[in-house]
Structures are given as structure tokens and as C-alpha cells.
């Protein structure tokens, strides 16, 4: 992870606007790592720079309302006008052109994704295309750092900037404060700006799910947002008091004394996941490349993956016994068998990695870090790194190399070339668009 990100400013003079705009204008880069995503071609003086001049009350500004969006809300399966204000850059404004950068968090990180804009739009062009995570840590430093930085300069040129100053403090506030700042990021995490959901229907959302554990309820809102989450809280209720497919993984007990001890040791969610399936994989007895068969997980996981039946639903989940943590009840949604392999190993994942305290075990399509390690490890554990190597003519595969490693391991395509990507093994032309 090139975990250094930076907003770096030098001011510099304006003579129109408000008194506020005149004394924040300068020269913005931001950094990541060694690399400048603020590089352009300024058009009109034909030349290429490393920042672009724009006023700073703007962009603090944006910080400052999206901040509890732009740390919790992660990336939905369909991005909507009001999502993309909240989290890419161009939300500023001010009659500035911006890069055309993104945001999206998943909990624990921050993914950056940045285009060029390669058009004949004066006056300036952004040159750059890239995307990666940081840590939400280093993401909230250097937003810190730049908000202080600019209110240190609005203090000494004495210009009145309240709002900003007064709404920034609350900020800080609430990031104290465990309970607003539960409220906050819940409210993101339901696709809400604060106080757009009215305090008492938030209350009632989370006393209506307060059953499933705090952090089972919150991975669900990711993956329902606020259209969804009432129905998605009453049919994870309803399916918690059907039968349904009974786990007992006290066979795994091993493999997860083992990985609590030791998980921390990995950053990105995706290692972490990755790093669970080959733990999983020895403890179990498999070699480092061979498939699993519908049988063995069948085994592994305590149901037939093939002859159970899935029902329809918004998202797969695991119920815990209240008076056997190692018994687990499931309801899968998914009716392909290839699809079918991978949520059981998904499962597993999540009993194995999933918080304790959770009655709910949620399987969803959100982009959290949890449904992150969880699908990672599906992927490892079914579709090893290390087989692949061995299997196809890297870094160059053709499609139907690509459809025969499918086949080999029980898997779709795409995990195939997700593998690929993610593991560095492939340019990332061989995902689809």
C-alpha cells in the first residue's frame, strides 16, 4: 500500500471573488505516494505542472460536509448524482476545474480512483489514471492537516470564515463522541448526509436490528442503504426463525484460535482474507494447489452445497445458535453451483473472521472491508494462487486458458480473473469494464 497522502498548498494571490475565496486561492497538489494526482497540462500556457489553482474554501468545505460520508460509505453497486457529489472531488465547485478523483471507504480503508480528462475542455487537462487504498487513518490525517492548515491561514489574514471554522469543530466533536459519532456513521453508511434521517427513525432502524449485533446491523445497512433497510432487517428476522441449513463448524475451532491470534498483521482486507484461505486450506489438509470439491466443502461447511436449496432474498446470512456458537444456521441465495461453492466458502470465511458478538453472519454484495476479506478468502480457498501459476501461461493468458482454470477449480470466470488482477499476476484489462 503506498500509504502517503497529502494535500500540499502554497498560496498564492487573487484579486477577485469574496475576501474568503481571494485568500485561500494557491497551487493544490495532492500526493500518494510519490506521485502527484493533481498533473495537468495547462492549455493556455502549454506547459505541464504538478498542481492546479484552487481556492482551498471550497475544498474545506466539501471535507467538511461529506467527511462522515466519505470515511464510512463505501462504493454502491450503482452509483447515483448525489453519491458522486459526496465523493468525488468535482463536488467542490467554485467554477473550479477539479481532478476527477474518488473516494469510496470500506471501513477500514480508502479507495482512490482517478481518471485523466483527456478532452479539449480548457483551460487545463489531468493526466493521470490510477487507483489504490490507503489506510482511513492516513486518510483522516491528511484531511485533518489540510483543514488546519487552511483555517490557520483564514485566522491570520483575518478573514471571516465561521461557518466553516464552527462546522469543522462539530466535526471533531462528534469524532469524540462515540454516540454521535455511531449516529454519523451510520447515517452514511445508510447513503445519508447528517441529520438528512430524523433522529428518531434512525432509532427505531437500529433498535429493529439490534438483535443481529452492532456490527452485523451496520454491514447490513452498507449492503440495503436506506431505501431497503426495514425490509432487509424484517426478512433477516423472519429467516432466523425458519429452518434452514444446520452448521457445526467445531472442525474449524483450530484454524480460528490460530488466526485470531495473528490476523492483525495485515492491513488490506483483501490480504487478510487471502491469508485466512491458505491457513484454512493446510489446517484441512489440502495442498496448495489442488481444487475442492462440492463434497469436501459440503463437509467443511456441514450442508450439501449442491443439493440444498437456496431461497430468494436481498442477501445470504448465517444465524448463530445463541447456546452454540459453533452451530450455524444458514439461508444462501445463490442458484448457480459455481456461485453456490463460493458463498458456502464465503461462510466460512465469516465464521471464521466475523466478529464474535454478531447473531448475524451477513453475506452481501456491499464493498465493506468484512465482505471484502470474505471474498477474497472464497477466492483463495477455491481458486488458489499458487495453482493458478502453475495452470496458466502467465502474464498472458488467452480465454480459454482462463475458462479450462474455471473449470479446474469449480469456479466462474470472472473469480479467475479477479484472482488474476488482484494478485498482480495480469493487467488489469483481462476484468471487464
Not at 505542472?49 to 466539501?62: E, P
Not at 470564515?161 to 452514511?188: H, I, K, S, T, Y
Not at 442503504?225 to 426495514?230: C, E, L
Request: hydrophobic share 40%; glycine share 8%.
Amino acid at each position: 500500500m503506498k500509504d502517503v497522502f497529502e494535500f500540499r498548498v502554497d498560496w498564492l494571490e487573487r484579486l477577485h471573488g469574496s475576501p474568503a475565496e481571494r485568500e485561500t486561492f494557491g497551487e493544490l497538489e495532492i500526493r500518494w505516494g510519490g506521485v502527484a494526482l493533481t498533473e495537468l497540462l495547462d492549455l493556455s500556457a502549454a506547459t505541464v505542472r504538478s498542481t492546479t489553482r484552487v481556492s482551498m474554501l471550497h475544498l474545506g468545505i466539501w471535507l467538511m460536509a461529506n467527511w462522515w460520508r466519505l470515511r464510512w460509505e463505501p462504493l454502491p453497486p450503482k452509483i447515483d448524482p448525489d453519491w458522486r457529489m459526496a465523493h468525488e472531488i468535482g463536488g467542490a465547485g467554485g467554477g473550479f476545474v477539479w481532478p476527477a478523483l474518488q473516494f469510496a471507504s470500506d471501513g477500514e480503508t480508502i479507495g482512490l480512483s482517478l481518471h485523466d480528462t483527456m478532452s479539449d475542455r480548457p483551460p487545463v487537462r489531468y493526466l493521470r489514471n490510477t487507483e489504490g487504498t490507503i489506510s482511513a487513518t492516513t486518510f483522516e490525517r491528511a484531511v485533518d492537516d489540510l483543514m488546519s492548515l487552511l483555517l490557520a491561514r483564514l485566522s491570520s489574514r483575518r478573514v471571516d470564515a465561521a461557518d466553516l471554522a464552527e462546522g469543522w469543530r462539530e466535526v471533531l466533536a462528534e469524532r469524540r463522541d462515540p454516540m454521535a459519532g455511531a449516529r454519523r456513521r451510520r447515517e452514511a453508511l445508510l447513503g445519508f448526509d447528517p441529520d438528512a434521517i430524523d433522529a428518531d427513525d434512525l432509532s427505531a432502524i437500529v433498535s429493529a436490528g439490534t438483535w443481529m449485533g452492532e456490527a452485523a446491523l451496520e454491514e447490513t445497512m452498507a449492503a440495503a442503504r436506506a431505501p431497503a433497510i426495514r425490509n432487509t432487517i424484517e426478512y433477516l428476522r423472519d429467516k432466523s426463525l425458519e429452518p434452514g441449513s444446520n452448521l457445526d463448524l467445531a472442525a474449524l475451532e483450530g484454524v480460528c484460535r490460530v488466526w485470531r491470534d495473528g490476523h492483525h498483521r495485515f492491513t488490506r482486507p483483501w490480504e487478510r482474507g487471502a491469508a485466512l484461505a491458505g491457513l484454512a486450506r493446510r489446517e484441512v489438509g489440502l495442498s496448495s494447489d489442488e481444487p475442492v470439491s462440492s463434497e469436501r466443502i459440503s463437509e467443511l461447511v456441514g450442508y450439501d452445497v449442491m443439493a440444498d436449496q437456496p431461497t430468494s432474498g436481498p442477501l445470504g446470512a448465517g444465524f448463530r445458535s445463541p447456546d452454540a456458537p459453533n452451530r450455524v444456521k444458514f439461508h444462501g441465495i445463490r442458484r448457480h453451483p459455481n456461485s453456490r461453492r463460493f458463498e458456502a466458502a464465503r461462510l466460512l470465511a465469516e465464521a471464521l473472521d466475523g466478529p464474535p458478538a454478531d447473531a448475524v453472519l451477513p453475506i452481501t454484495d456491499a464493498s465493506t472491508a468484512r465482505q471484502k476479506v470474505q471474498r477474497s478468502f472464497a477466492q483463495e480457498f477455491l481458486c488458489p494462487t499458487e495453482g493458478l501459476v502453475r495452470l496458466l501461461p502467465l502474464p498472458n493468458p488467452s480465454d480459454s486458458d482462463i475458462e479450462g482454470a474455471a473449470d479446474h477449480y469449480g469456479v466462474s470466470a470472472f473469480t479467475v480473473r479477479s484472482a488474476l488482477v488482484n494478485r498482480g499476476l495480469v493487467d488489469r484489462r483481462y476484468l471487464p469494464a
